[in-house]
């Protein structure tokens, strides 16, 4: 096979935080899939094939990418943050797995800044200190496993990084979460609301869980709770590295 | 004050992986501080002071960056990876802490490729679900929070990512970490090591945690244990995004 396929994380909105590993990928791809807004990113130019697609078709888009590698393409899969965190690199793993002689594909996952990171880069250093970064999409995994992490995420004093923090569908599930953490760290612990950050339509909020309420966040929002310790210094929030 | 600080990211080591956001603050610095080998990354010129410290000064040299801002100065602290994960930010917002006037510095954190992503990325895609990251380092924390931390880590199910897996000074809790690992998590989980990834050095071995021994890593070691689902395809490893 003489295609080759990388997963390349595109950061979060600003080009400046694109890596140049992940600008030489695209200029030499023939092939660029990914969902429609991140597709949007990537500059036209001959010799290039733009596929843009839909959401919640990872599966389809990844065989779609081993299909033109096996025809020779050289394609990019674009996510936005990191493909390894809660983005395509495991969607196109999946699709591996049911293929014929996988290790024969020529695969290569690039990093890029996760939401997590260029959120709690914009709020200080709310992460400065162990923190856990959780899904809040029930998509692929019971409710259940998703409460029982938060329970026992906060009983071991993780700060805490929220991707897809409310589903237009079921929009009571965020109020469930504020619940459980306010159980769980205590209502004085701090959360913040980091909202498209990096881009022109970025909005950054700090509250107590006290004071947090469900329409702080969007499906465009990350939210980053602190542990115990995490606390303001000017406009900044941060976690001291020291605990216990 | 007309001094500004920007506490930027340089990534795993790979020159390629630097942002152009980071590489713009650089090229506008006055001063550049941190650790010996991650100053030695930036390259002279004209007009730029390299200050390289040692290791584990981490608020002298946030109080000198601070020092040099309030003289005008234009300062940049280096920190390897992301320097919002277990590096330079939270340290200098605890110097900051204990200022005058806080909110009177010119502050900003640019994020990068943290070494939890960047091994995650050279792997496969182990972190493709819920996951935490844990400093296994006890100088700024009990050694029973840690324990206590990767027993409820391995009760949620998270993937695990381990920064400063082995301390020279206590070679014996990296073992301890294994047993309470093989405990919490079975013995038929994966875990992988990633050492010095993106550089020359790099070599990735991964196990099962049945397998595994205390001197597979070192202190370039980045340590990344799966979940329970988390498994081999061709020569990666990857956590599926389903669970439950």
């Known amino acids: ?47 290039l094939t733009l596929h843009p697609s839909d959401n919640r078709v990872e599966l389809d888009r990844a065989n779609h990418a081993l299909d033109l590698v096996q025809g020779g393409r050289k394609v990019v899969i674009v ?28 695969i290569r996952i690039l990093p890029g800044i996760t939401a997590m990171l260029a959120a709690a880069a914009r709020l ?14 029930d998509n692929l995994k019971p409710w259940e496993l998703i409460e029982r992490r938060l329970r026992l995420a906060g009983q071991a004093g993780f700060a805490m990084a929220f991707y897809n923090p409310r589903s237009s569908s079921r929009p009571a599930h965020f109020a469930r979460v504020l619940d459980i953490l306010r159980e769980e760290c205590g209502p004085q612990t701090l959360i913040s609301f980091a909202r498209a950050v990096t881009t022109p339509d970025e909005r950054l909020q700090t509250v107590t869980l006290a004071e947090a309420t469900p329409d702080m966040a969007d499906m465009r929002t990350m939210v980053i709770v602190g542990n115990r310790d995490t606390r303001r210094v000017g406009s900044f929030v941060y976690t001291p590295r020291r605990a216990g």
């Open 79 to 106: 996510s936005s943050g990191d493909p390894g965190v809660f983005a395509m690199a495991a969607a196109l793993f999946e699709a591996l797995e049911h293929r014929d002689r996988p290790e024969d594909y020529d």
């Open 124 to 137: 200080g250093a709310p992460l400065g200190h162990d923190f856990c970064a959780i899904n809040l999409s």
């Open 1 to 47: 096979m003489s295609g080759w396929l990388a997963v390349a994380g595109l950061g979060p909105g600003d080009d400046a935080l694109v890596t140049d590993e992940v600008r030489a990928a695209l200029a030499e791809a023939t092939d660029v899939i990914g969902y429609i807004p991140y597709v949007a990113r990537v500059a036209p130019r001959e010799g």
